[in-house]
């Protein structure tokens, strides 16, 4: 089976802002996506790409094996719901299923039907009129019921109340179940995405800092507490993702594919919203990582001889 | 029909929730023999998790003789363990009833024998798998 998504260094720049770099990625199909990151990171840019709304700067890409929007057969293959979950808010719920009807060649009409029943929608309710929840499930029966084989999600859940969100989700997963689709959905929120997700990208001041499975990603992170080190001092297998230090504690968040072996300090696995907190900070500070204590000692022995010319001067 | 629900700061990996809330029905004697489980697209519409999740559990029943897939109809229970099972493991029971008397004998509160206890459990499955 061909990937969901496969790019080579792919960037995109507006005037003279960067707004995607070096994004490398494959992801293998099956898989629900969760692209995480902070505000301004590169989600939507790189899922406008992704759906042919934006063409990239630099690099290749290609979505189920085409370029995006390459023909209305690839643009049939992919659905795309837009931040905020627009809808016509002067169309009736009807309407849009009509429109869909209309502009899209595999269009499912019993399956709009039977999810607006489901959702008990007023099929003459103008959508203006519907609540972010019942908006943002009108969205997305439009988008499932045009049966892509990939279903790509600008925030979806953003704007809705945790029972919204919950609905959508739970929505969202049916279809996934009941047709097979592949998803990716971008969120700010780890939390909006660790019950839905298995593979996961985590993009910072647009670049991507990590991807991979979901489950192999929690195995091969741990977090590390020892008496204060360096982290050069770690066994050579733990890349070491990040570093704190307190004048006696030091803490490694580290990444190794065969596990951390035993020694004097405290291993234990991050869960995935430490884990991607992890990498944003890491992202978001590149000079800062790791921290390691060759740069503070520098520090203090600079503050040190600061003192001591100070003395001298007396 | 049972219904799952997720616990997402245990810790503990989805799939084997579910396989734990299998486990769990069986000793309690709310799934026997011949029940059906609920269909992947029940358990996501209901919990609102990747279907995967649902699919490797079940697959992991399966594996350990529990549940057996009956292809276009449902994955279905195929062994029960009944109240039965639960005084076969009497000697267990003991065991740890000894152990719990010796953790309270060397200081250990409820709270530290609980913590001591899930962690142990816990890298103890780590190191199964």
């Known amino acids: ?314 | 029909m049972i219904e799952f629900h997720l616990d997402t700061r245990s810790g503990v990996a989805p799939y084997l929730q579910i396989v734990g809330q299998v486990r769990q029905a069986l000793l309690l004697g709310l799934l026997s023999e011949g029940d059906k489980l609920p269909t992947v697209k029940e358990v996501v519409a209901k919990v609102a998790i990747n279907p995967n999740t649902v699919s490797k559990a079940y697959r992991e029943l399966e594996h350990a003789g529990l549940a057996a897939a009956k292809p276009g109809v449902g994955t279905f229970i195929i062994r029960s363990l009944g109240q039965a099972s639960l005084a076969e493991h009497g000697p267990l029971q003991q065991e740890l009833r000894a152990w719990l008397a010796k953790a309270r004998a060397a200081g250990l509160t409820e709270p530290g024998i609980e913590a001591l206890f899930s962690r142990t459990f816990r890298e103890s499955a780590e190191e199964e798998k």
């Open chain 1, 1 to 314: 089976m061909t990937a969901i998504l496969q790019a080579q260094s792919l960037g995109k720049r507006y005037g003279r802002r960067q707004a995607l770099a070096e994004c490398t990625l494959e992801i293998p199909p099956g898989h629900v996506v969760g692209l995480v990151g902070p505000n301004g990171a590169g989600k939507t840019t790189l899922l406008k790409i992704a759906c042919g709304m934006l063409v990239p700067t630099t690099g290749r890409i290609e979505v189920l094996g085409e370029q995006p929007a390459a023909s209305p057969a690839q643009l049939a293959r992919v659905g795309y719901v837009a931040q905020d979950t627009p809808t016509y808010a002067n169309l009736s719920v009807a309407d849009h299923l009509k429109f869909g009807a209309k502009l899209n060649p595999r269009w499912d009409a019993k399956l709009a039907q039977a999810r607006i029943e489901q959702l008990d929608l007023d099929p003459k309710q103008k959508a203006g009129k519907l609540s972010g929840g019942q908006r943002a499930q009108l969205a997305l029966t439009v988008a499932v019921a045009k049966r892509p084989e990939l279903l790509i999600l600008d925030e979806p859940v953003a704007s809705l109340d945790p029972l919204a969100r919950r609905g959508f989700l739970r929505h969202l997963m049916e279809s996934v179940a009941e047709n097979d689709t592949s998803v990716i959905l971008s969120s700010h929120l780890v939390s909006d995405l660790e019950r839905v997700c298995d593979y996961l990208i985590v993009l910072v001041s647009s670049r991507v800092q990590l991807a991979g499975e979901t489950e192999d990603l929690l195995a091969q992170h741990h977090r590390i507490v020892c008496t204060r080190r360096k982290d050069t001092d770690l066994p050579p297998e733990l890349e070491v993702i990040w570093a704190e230090h307190t004048d006696r504690q030091s803490t490694f968040f580290v990444r190794s594919e065969s596990g951390v072996p035993a020694g004097d300090w405290s291993a234990e696995h991050l869960d995935l919203e430490d884990l991607v907190l992890t990498y944003m900070e890491r992202g978001a500070d590149p000079g800062r990582r790791p921290k390691t204590q060759t740069a503070r000692e520098t520090e203090e022995a600079q503050a040190v001889q600061a003192a001591d010319t100070t003395g001298d001067a007396r």
